[in-house]
């Protein structure tokens, strides 16, 4: 299964350490890998539908962007096809807008029952996966929101989406959503590991679903337990403010 990555911190880093830790952890996963990020408000997707590590190499794009990527929060995916075909359009994170501000996507579970949802705004993904379309989802639902002008906290919002989403798409869901100021994360059927001030990886606020994390420092287990209904993370700068469940 599709493995993720993130790094918040309260200034720019790049990623050099923790990044190739992550592909090589990640090498398992063969269809595609991406790394997004943010450049003055702006979001920066790069991604291919190549393998991150063969031949005992990781791949030349991917190691020259964990040296030089310089952002407060950066996103990586590294893709195991569960739908869709195996390109750089459909490897992650994408992007869409909404709520006034871009955001960057990356998404690993099995969400079958969502691929046929059609979205009546534009733009549409062109992926044609699960991924792409629970992005869409949420998209279309804080517009319904923003159109009523209601003045509900955005975690809010994200809670009935997601109560919404599990409804009328049951699946396995487990994503990053950010819009380069704040780094949302939610899980309802496998663990994140998180890890604050690490003394061999940046000294920044690391995230990941690598199952053994990657250094053999004390890595915090974040796992959706019976009838929590998921679990919801806020983070910002190079910290955990909110852990809650979604019921």
């Given at each position: 299964?599709?493995?993720?990555?993130?790094?918040?911190?309260?200034?720019?880093?790049?990623?050099?350490?923790?990044?190739?830790?992550?592909?090589?952890?990640?090498?398992?996963?063969?269809?595609?890998?991406?790394?997004?990020?943010?450049?003055?408000?702006?979001?920066?997707?790069?991604?291919?539908?190549?393998?991150?590590?063969?031949?005992?190499?990781?791949?030349?794009?991917?190691?020259?962007?964990?040296?030089?990527?310089?952002?407060?929060?950066?996103?990586?995916?590294?893709?195991?096809?569960?739908?869709?075909?195996?390109?750089?359009?459909?490897?992650?994170?994408?992007?869409?807008?909404?709520?006034?501000?871009?955001?960057?996507?990356?998404?690993?579970?099995?969400?079958?029952?969502?691929?046929?949802y059609s979205s009546r705004l534009e733009p549409r993904l062109e992926a044609k996966s699960d991924s792409a379309r629970i992005l869409e989802f949420l998209?279309?639902?804080?517009?319904?929101?923003?159109?009523?002008?209601?003045?509900?906290?955005?975690?809010?919002?994200?809670?009935?989406?997601?109560?919404?989403?599990?409804?009328?798409?049951?699946?396995?869901?487990?994503?990053?959503?950010?819009?380069?100021?704040?780094?949302?994360?939610?899980?309802n059927h496998r663990q994140f590991l998180l890890l604050k001030g690490s003394s061999k990886l940046e000294d920044a606020l690391l995230l990941t679903t690598?199952?053994?994390?990657?250094?053999?420092?004390?890595?915090?287990?974040?796992?959706?337990?019976?009838?929590?209904?998921?679990?919801?993370?806020?983070?910002?700068?190079?910290?955990?403010?909110?852990?809650?469940?979604?019921?």
């Amino acid at each position: 299964m599709c493995d993720l990555f993130a790094l918040s911190a309260s200034r720019s880093y790049t990623a050099a350490t923790s990044l190739p830790l992550f592909a090589v952890r990640g090498r398992k996963n063969v269809h595609g890998w991406g790394i997004g990020f943010f450049h003055r408000r702006s979001p920066v997707v790069e991604k291919s539908g190549e393998k991150v590590f063969t031949d005992g190499r990781l791949h030349g794009s991917f190691q020259r962007l964990a040296r030089v990527v310089n952002s407060p929060i950066i996103v990586a995916h590294i893709r195991y096809k569960s739908s869709g075909r195996v390109d750089e359009c459909h490897a992650h994170p994408f992007t869409l807008d909404f709520w006034n501000q871009s955001w960057v996507f990356a998404h690993n579970g099995k969400a079958p029952a969502i691929e046929p949802y059609s979205s009546r705004l534009e733009p549409r993904l062109e992926a044609k996966s699960d991924s792409a379309r629970i992005l869409e989802f949420l998209r279309d639902f804080f517009v319904e929101a923003e159109s009523r002008r209601s003045r509900t906290p955005f975690i809010l919002i994200l809670k009935d989406a997601l109560r919404r989403l599990l409804r009328e798409y049951p699946g396995e869901y487990n994503f990053l959503l950010t819009n380069g100021r704040v780094l949302w994360a939610f899980t309802n059927h496998r663990q994140f590991l998180l890890l604050k001030g690490s003394s061999k990886l940046e000294d920044a606020l690391l995230l990941t679903t690598i199952d053994e994390g990657l250094s053999s420092e004390n890595w915090k287990k974040i796992v959706a337990g019976p009838g929590s209904g998921g679990r919801i993370l806020l983070i910002a700068g190079g910290d955990l403010l909110c852990l809650e469940n979604l019921e």
